[in-house]
């Protein structure tokens, strides 16, 4: 098979500013010093693993040539991965001019400076010279010799010597002000047209000031008394019209309307700056604002908005300093490591044999490194970064080390366990996860795949009865698969007892054949995720070992007798740990989008007053509550997690108790996978609209993402049918505490719920009352309990209860998120210090929450008018109120550039420079026609 080696461009990422998050700028593909292992060179795409027969195999095969030997130094998680660049001296080159000075009209020179000895230049030329440096630096007054290359500044005299007197009062003048600026107590008089100043009261034009208010004195009012103005809506009219007019002068802090001309201002202090961006204009002097954007400036004063530290907030989004340490170290690692970098920067070009070879080369090198690693934090890092880094790794190692690995760890006796898990761990076999048929999917008792007991042989007869009984949307069973967990209807004696899980080996390990029996297939082209093997298997009689059954739950005898599970939930147990993780891709999915979505708003400028898109309220209402949500999600993932860990323990030390727990957990997972993954397609819905027209280039990566998010909303499970699993759970719970069970885990506030039916209206009353959390998560639960209320006629109401499971997960979220704060409250300074930020996330979420579920309010009559507009204009307002800080809330996720693999997500703001240096000129060939044809 011929394959032909795209050369991508990569993503260009010039060096950023300093930041505590960003790490060191991709290198050059050049020698790197020093290596995490020693690295053969790269064969081309399409070379080297043999893609036309397998391309699992190269893990067990040593000598392959995408692989380096395995006794090597081993990386080590500290600051050794420092870059080393060569010294390109070919690329180093000089221009050297003669200046040529003619002197023919002038019959005098004079001495410039005491101290640099020129005297070659005319009186004239002097003058100029300081008029010009006066006219073109500012505030900056400084004049330095005007001989070429000399840095000398001259001196008070020697100005005073060489200019005309009008050119040395200016001079004087502009040295008086730069003195006075350094004086704390000095305010510039407010009255119009004065250009004299004062230290207290009085200024020279008899025009009084307030020092305390730093405005035009307040003639009859005391300092208090205006004070108390302040808040009166009149005035806060004024100063509204006042703040959205001017613009402090960067200097002196005076405050200046512009009402006609250039951007370019003067303030009285002598600065010079653009009305735009506030920037230096000596800066911006040799090239206007087109050829030049502010991109960098206005992500550079975003920054500063920051009302919390962006690195503490990093380590708790990590969830310590220790973990933010390690995949800052892992993100450095995949940028640096040859075979973990993706060529170019992207795959965006790539064809699907390519997709496919260089997310195998990927895995084969992380399993390569990952055996050098001694920190287990560091591990795990690299491993998280890499799923970040790569939606299609992600869904490789996740089917391996999740679906299969889980699937023996839960299902598996301890003899199973030690049989199997060394070589799952080393991945010496490759597991699938065979669950879903052609003809089935959510519906897990009407699988049609059979497991038939033969007593003479103790083995099991694998079969595909039917067409829709084919194994269908298997990961990796295309090409990669050795081994598949197949969950398969147990017959004994023309007796079905239930579904089981077995494997069942795939492929020869040594030559990656199929085995007899096996039939299997990639399913072909998908709109995501191209680069996983997303297969098909049929079973023809395929026999395996009676031991191949897991069997911790139920099990079957050598005799055939068949020995049933105490809980028919258990079956669902490997599902939970599937479906819990989509909170943590969640947050690192719509994390990348909402970078992206965020400094592009804030670097674009449009309209008449070339204003930041990012300041319409129809861009920032639409993106502020997403990137509140992802803080929520990440501290509920956490919680979820902790207690998902804590309860697969008992497997082993108590699994009566186990089972009591597993339910609730079950029904929590189903209801976060579906609302959760329905909430991150709007947020990306959300983020493409943001970017405009540029959301439609792969390039800019939020297409391929909703490419690669869609199968969240179906596979494990479709969302429609897990929320009706929730929502079963909870009106069997409602019924139990209705007889006078006390509930626990996620409905245990069914217990007081009944409190809430006395509640008829609400009593809203003013916007503060919905600053509490607390009031919200108890309107919230209102409204939960008018869902369970209604009738129960099942199919009559699918679209109501399944808003009910919605309703319940929402509140569960708030509820987790309000607990996590107060644990950071008693938590390390760092965090404790976050706490104020993250109670205005909170805040602003739990009125989300409430924004969106108006009409229900409203049709319940808990409402009235005037309380959905308190609502409506709360939510306004803290949107508002986080836009300031909407950079460095995404900024402490801590993506790097090219985990972003978006120009229009840069770091440094230099946006539309990433995307035309991604352009390259194409020939265009066109066809000349002949006449017959026209």
């Known amino acids: 098979m011929n394959h032909h080696h795209l050369l991508l461009p990569r993503l260009p990422q010039p060096p950023?500013?300093?930041?505590?998050?960003?790490?060191?700028?991709?290198?050059?593909?050049?020698?790197?010093?020093?290596?995490?292992?020693?690295?053969?060179?790269?064969?081309?795409?399409?070379?080297?693993?043999?893609?036309?027969?397998?391309?699992?195999?190269?893990?067990?095969?040593?000598?392959?040539?995408?692989?380096?030997?395995?006794?090597?130094?081993?990386?080590?998680?500290?600051?050794?991965?420092?870059?080393?660049?060569?010294?390109?001296?070919?690329?180093?080159?000089?221009?050297?001019?003669?200046?040529?000075?003619?002197?023919?009209?002038?019959?005098?020179?004079?001495?410039?400076?005491?101290?640099?000895?020129?005297?070659?230049?005319?009186?004239?030329?002097?003058?100029?010279?300081?008029?010009?440096?006066?006219?073109?630096?500012?505030?900056?007054?400084?004049?330095?010799?005007?001989?070429?290359?000399?840095?000398?500044?001259?001196?008070?005299?020697?100005?005073?010597?060489?200019?005309?007197?009008?050119?040395?009062?200016?001079?004087?003048?502009?040295?008086?002000?730069?003195?006075?600026?350094?004086?704390?107590?000095?305010?510039?008089?407010?009255?119009?047209?004065?250009?004299?100043?004062?230290?207290?009261?009085?200024?020279?034009?008899?025009?009084?000031?307030?020092?305390?208010?730093?405005?035009?004195?307040?003639?009859?009012?005391?300092?208090?008394?205006?004070?108390?103005?302040?808040?009166?809506?009149?005035?806060?009219?004024?100063?509204?019209?006042?703040?959205?007019?001017?613009?402090?002068?960067?200097?002196?802090?005076?405050?200046?309307?512009?009402?006609?001309?250039?951007?370019?201002?003067?303030?009285?202090?002598?600065?010079?700056?653009?009305?735009?961006?506030?920037?230096?204009?000596?800066?911006?002097?040799?090239?206007?604002?087109?050829?030049?954007?502010?991109?960098?400036?206005?992500?550079?004063?975003?920054?500063?908005?920051?009302?919390?530290?962006?690195?503490?907030?990093?380590?708790?989004?990590?969830?310590?300093?220790?973990?933010?340490?390690?995949?800052?170290?892992?993100?450095?690692?995949?940028?640096?490591?040859?075979?973990?970098?993706?060529?170019?920067?992207?795959?965006?070009?790539?064809?699907?044999?390519?997709?496919?070879?260089?997310?195998?080369?990927?895995?084969?090198?992380?399993?390569?490194?990952?055996?050098?690693?001694?920190?287990?934090?560091?591990?795990?890092?690299?491993?998280?970064?890499?799923?970040?880094?790569?939606?299609?790794?992600?869904?490789?190692?996740?089917?391996?080390?999740?679906?299969?690995?889980?699937?023996?760890?839960?299902?598996?006796?301890?003899?199973?366990?030690?049989?199997?898990?060394?070589?799952?761990?080393?991945?010496?076999?490759?597991?699938?996860?065979?669950?879903?048929e052609l003809g089935h999917s959510s519906f897990i008792r009407g699988l049609e795949?059979?497991?038939?007991?033969?007593?003479?042989?103790?083995?099991?007869?694998?079969?595909?009865?039917?067409?829709?009984?084919?194994?269908?949307?298997?990961?990796?069973?295309?090409?990669?698969?050795?081994?598949?967990?197949?969950?398969?209807?147990?017959?004994?004696?023309?007796?079905?007892?239930?579904?089981?899980?077995?494997?069942?080996?795939?492929?020869?390990?040594?030559?990656?054949?199929?085995?007899?029996g096996v039939t299997a297939g990639d399913i072909g082209a998908k709109y995501g995720r191209n680069g996983l093997d997303s297969g098909w298997i049929q079973f023809s009689n395929v026999r395996i070992p009676r031991k191949n059954m897991l069997m911790k739950w139920s099990k079957v005898t050598e005799d055939g007798n068949y020995i049933s599970p105490q809980n028919p939930a258990i079956a669902y147990t490997t599902l939970i740990g599937e479906r819990l993780t989509v909170l943590a891709g969640t947050q690192n999915a719509l994390g990348r989008a909402l970078t992206i979505a965020c400094r592009y708003g804030c670097v674009r400028r449009q309209g008449v007053n070339n204003v930041q898109i990012m300041d319409y309220q129809t861009h920032y209402v639409k993106l502020v509550p997403c990137v509140a949500s992802i803080y929520v999600i990440n501290i509920v993932d956490r919680n979820i997690k902790s207690r998902w860990e804590e309860s697969t323990k008992l497997i082993q030390t108590n699994q009566s108790e186990f089972l009591k727990v597993v339910t609730d957990i079950h029904a929590l997972s189903s209801g976060l996978k579906g609302t959760i993954t329905w909430w991150g397609s709007e947020m990306f819905e959300r983020c493409r609209r943001s970017l405009g027209g540029h959301a439609y280039s792969s390039y800019n990566a939020i297409g391929p993402a909703i490419g690669d998010w869609g199968v969240n909303t179906t596979g494990g499970g479709d969302n429609s049918v897990l929320l009706q699993q929730t929502a079963r759970y909870l009106m069997s719970s409602y019924k139990e505490m209705i007889q006078g069970k006390q509930l626990s885990g996620s409905v245990d506030y069914f217990n007081n719920i009944q409190q809430f039916s006395k509640i008829n209206k609400s009593d809203l009353l003013n916007e503060k009352q919905l600053y509490d959390m607390k009031y919200n998560l108890d309107m919230y639960t209102w409204l939960v309990k008018q869902k369970e209320d209604s009738s129960i006629t099942w199919n009559n109401n699918q679209i109501s209860l399944i808003r009910l499971s919605e309703l319940h997960i929402f509140r569960y979220c708030l509820s987790e998120y309000i607990q996590g704060i107060y644990k950071y409250r008693n938590s390390i300074p760092e965090f404790q210090n976050l706490c104020p930020i993250l109670t205005k996330l909170g805040q602003l979420w739990s009125i989300h929450l409430i924004y969106e579920s108006l009409n229900e309010f409203l049709e319940e009559g808990y409402f009235g008018k005037e309380q959905a507009i308190i609502v409506r204009n709360a939510y306004f307002v803290m949107c508002k109120e986080l836009r300031k800080e909407i950079i460095p809330l995404v900024d402490a996720w801590g993506y790097p550039d090219f985990i972003l693999q978006a120009p229009l997500g840069k770091f440094d703001g230099d946006v539309y420079k990433g995307i035309s240096l991604d352009l390259s000129p194409v020939v265009t060939v066109t066809r000349v026609l002949s006449n017959s044809y026209i």
Not at 366 to 382: C, E, I, S
Not at 471 to 490: F, L, S
């Open 16 to 436: 950023h500013p300093p930041h505590p998050l960003q790490p060191l700028p991709p290198l050059p593909r050049q020698p790197l010093q020093p290596l995490p292992l020693p690295l053969t060179r790269r064969p081309p795409l399409g070379q080297g693993l043999g893609l036309a027969t397998s391309i699992t195999y190269a893990i067990n095969t040593t000598s392959s040539s995408a692989l380096p030997p395995t006794s090597q130094q081993s990386i080590q998680p500290t600051s050794s991965y420092e870059p080393f660049l060569p010294l390109n001296e070919g690329n180093v080159k000089f221009n050297r001019f003669r200046n040529i000075e003619l002197w023919a009209n002038y019959s005098t020179v004079q001495q410039i400076s005491s101290v640099c000895g020129h005297n070659d230049l005319c009186p004239t030329c002097i003058k100029r010279h300081i008029e010009a440096e006066l006219n073109t630096k500012g505030s900056e007054v400084q004049v330095r010799c005007p001989k070429s290359r000399c840095t000398i500044e001259l001196a008070y005299d020697d100005v005073r010597r060489l200019a005309p007197k009008e050119l040395f009062d200016r001079y004087d003048n502009l040295l008086l002000r730069a003195a006075i600026r350094k004086l704390p107590d000095f305010r510039w008089c407010k009255a119009p047209k004065c250009g004299s100043g004062q230290e207290h009261t009085t200024g020279a034009c008899s025009e009084k000031s307030c020092f305390t208010h730093d405005v035009p004195w307040h003639k009859g009012l005391t300092c208090d008394e205006f004070s108390e103005q302040l808040q009166t809506k009149d005035y806060a009219a004024n100063r509204a019209y006042y703040e959205r007019h001017t613009k402090p002068c960067p200097r002196c802090k005076m405050s200046i309307e512009k009402n006609n001309g250039c951007d370019h201002m003067s303030c009285r202090c002598g600065y010079e700056f653009c009305w735009l961006c506030l920037g230096d204009y000596e800066n911006i002097r040799e090239k206007d604002h087109i050829s030049r954007p502010t991109g960098s400036i206005d992500l550079e004063k975003e920054r500063s908005n920051a009302s919390f530290n962006v690195e503490h907030m990093n380590w708790l989004f990590c969830g310590s300093k220790e973990s933010a340490k390690a995949l800052s170290d892992a993100y450095q690692m995949i940028q640096r490591d040859p075979d973990l970098y993706i060529p170019g920067g992207h795959s965006f070009d790539m064809t699907q044999p390519q997709q496919r070879e260089l997310v195998q080369r990927q895995a084969l090198r992380f399993q390569r490194v990952r055996k050098t690693l001694k920190d287990p934090l560091l591990y795990k890092a690299l491993e998280l970064a890499m799923c970040i880094y790569s939606e299609t790794f992600s869904m490789k190692t996740y089917v391996h080390n999740t679906l299969f690995r889980q699937s023996i760890e839960f299902f598996g006796t301890k003899e199973q366990q030690d049989e199997w898990m060394d070589d799952v761990l080393n991945w010496r076999i490759i597991g699938s996860y065979a669950m879903t």
């Open 449 to 516: 795949t059979t497991a038939t007991y033969d007593r003479v042989r103790d083995e099991f007869i694998i079969n595909t009865p039917t067409l829709t009984a084919t194994k269908w949307w298997i990961g990796m069973a295309g090409q990669t698969a050795t081994h598949t967990v197949a969950i398969c209807q147990t017959i004994i004696d023309s007796k079905s007892y239930g579904i089981d899980w077995f494997i069942v080996p795939l492929r020869d390990r040594k030559t990656g054949q199929l085995l007899p």
